[in-house]
């Protein structure tokens, strides 16, 4: 099965107006999409001028969350529609970060997934174990019911990928070994009825320096990008691995 390759990077919340030269910067420095799809995921008071300057170099912007409704009264809160209406493609639900300090479910998950579709997007949906979780050896069962919880039936592999990131390695400098991380992501596409088609990333402090490495998996379709996504030239050397 043919799978594009997705580099997606994640800025959380970092970044104001004077980070929107990254786009240029990153096509600068060689980050093409003529064999892997390039995808921006900035906070959302850049997202309407990102999508602007992302689609001068054929990249695409996307949420790192969105709201469950269309519209209401839910203060702060933003749907599927409104990061539609300012460029979004994508959007990220269910990140670790959410789960944790937002207590998110894989109900809410799952609803934020259709809400992702019903407003025209692609949720990226995320799943992976803690370190408690791995070295009591259930990794595979803690994401497998990930898997089951937070991804609706009612999506074609088209509409939807999966992120694997395992919490342990997330912003703390440590990667799960290649074993790992090839194990865990033959296990989802083994889960999954439409494990052939649908893309996984891995995410997990993904550095230029093991991407080629990562990246090279069978299983593996891409990468969720943190703290590299900010600087270009990371950025860039990680897409640019995903079809060396």
């Not at 019911?145 to 088209?158: D, W």
């Not at 996984?200 to 320096?209: Q, R």
Request: hydrophobic letters at 45%; aromatic letters at 4%; a negative charge.
């Amino acid at each position: 099965m043919n799978r594009t390759p997705l580099i997606a990077g994640n800025w959380k919340m970092n970044g104001l107006s004077d980070a929107l030269g990254f786009f240029s910067a990153l096509a600068g420095a060689g980050a093409s999409t003529r064999h892997c799809d390039i995808l921006v995921c900035p906070p959302a008071t850049l997202l309407s001028v990102a999508a602007m300057r992302a689609a001068e170099h054929g990249y695409l912007v996307g949420g790192q969350d969105c709201h469950t409704e269309a519209s209401g009264a839910n203060t702060g809160d933003l749907s599927a529609e409104m990061l539609r209406d300012a460029g979004a493609a994508f959007v990220i639900v269910g990140h670790s970060e959410r789960r944790a300090d937002h207590g998110e479910s894989d109900a809410l998950v799952r609803a934020k997934a259709l809400a992702a579709r019903r407003g025209g997007l692609v949720p990226i949906i995320c799943v992976g174990e803690s370190l408690e979780d791995r070295e009591a050896g259930k990794a595979d069962a803690v994401v497998g019911a990930q898997i089951a919880g937070s991804v609706p039936e009612s999506l074609s592999a088209t509409d939807y990928v999966l992120a694997y990131e395992p919490v342990w390695a997330i912003g703390t400098g440590r990667t799960a070994s290649t074993d790992d991380i090839a194990t865990m992501h033959a296990f989802i596409r083994a889960s999954r009825p439409d494990g052939d088609a649908v893309r996984i990333l891995y995410g997990g402090s993904v550095k230029p320096g093991i991407a080629e490495q990562i990246l090279s998996l069978d299983d593996v379709d891409g990468a969720l990008v943190g703290g590299a996504s900010l600087d270009p030239s990371s950025f860039a050397a990680i897409a640019k691995a995903s079809h060396s």
